[in-house]
């Protein structure tokens, strides 16, 4: 990648992915990436969780009715955790986490799709993260926030639209409405 600019207007997110493994020297260069990631105070209370199993991914891919689907073509998930106990901004910390993970499956040619996983729930109720919870055998002090699935891409989407950008929700000093 030329610089940050074209990355992120590269990322996109892919939910169709080819068979192709990914390399072992990727995979720890993405996970070194996360494990960079900034964090408040320094905590680094996040865990990953990498799974690339297909049939854990197929499992996996059914921890919500819907919009988790697509981790079952994907050559790794990795599963995003928080300590609840360790920092009241878990959450944030392992969404900077994961989202550092996905610029740099972008910059190493790779895709990745986020799949929700904090405060998504079953159709009975059962929240997503105890679904994650008794696959994976971690424990009550964390929490999942998402799952990151990651592959080759199968389709090619094209950049984001510098166009498209909502510049009028950028307010300068105060949230001020313009005046029509």
């Known amino acids: 990648m030329e610089n940050f600019k074209e990355l992120v207007q590269k990322r996109r997110s892919v939910r169709k992915f080819t068979d192709q493994d990914i390399a072992a020297e990727d995979l720890q260069t993405i996970l070194r990436a996360a494990l960079m990631s900034p964090t408040s105070k320094g905590t680094r209370a996040w865990h990953f969780i990498v799974v690339d199993d297909k049939e854990m991914l197929e499992k996996i891919s059914l ?7 697509f981790v079952a073509g994907a050559k790794v998930a990795i599963v995003v955790l928080g300590d609840r106990e360790a920092t009241d901004v878990w959450c944030e910390d392992a969404s900077l986490a994961a989202v550092t993970m996905q ?12 799949c929700q996983v904090r405060n998504r729930y079953m159709e009975n109720g059962e929240p997503s993260d105890n679904i994650l919870r008794y696959l994976l055998g971690y424990p009550e002090d964390l929490s999942a926030e998402c799952v990151i699935g990651i ?28 005046e029509e």
């Open 151 to 178: 592959g080759y891409p199968a389709i090619e989407r094209k950049p984001q639209d510098e166009d498209n950008l909502k510049w009028e929700n950028v307010h300068i000093g105060t949230f001020a409405e313009e």
């Open 63 to 69: 921890c919500r009715p819907m919009g988790s689907q």
């Open 103 to 114: 610029y740099q499956a972008t910059d190493l040619g790779l895709g990745s799709c986020w």
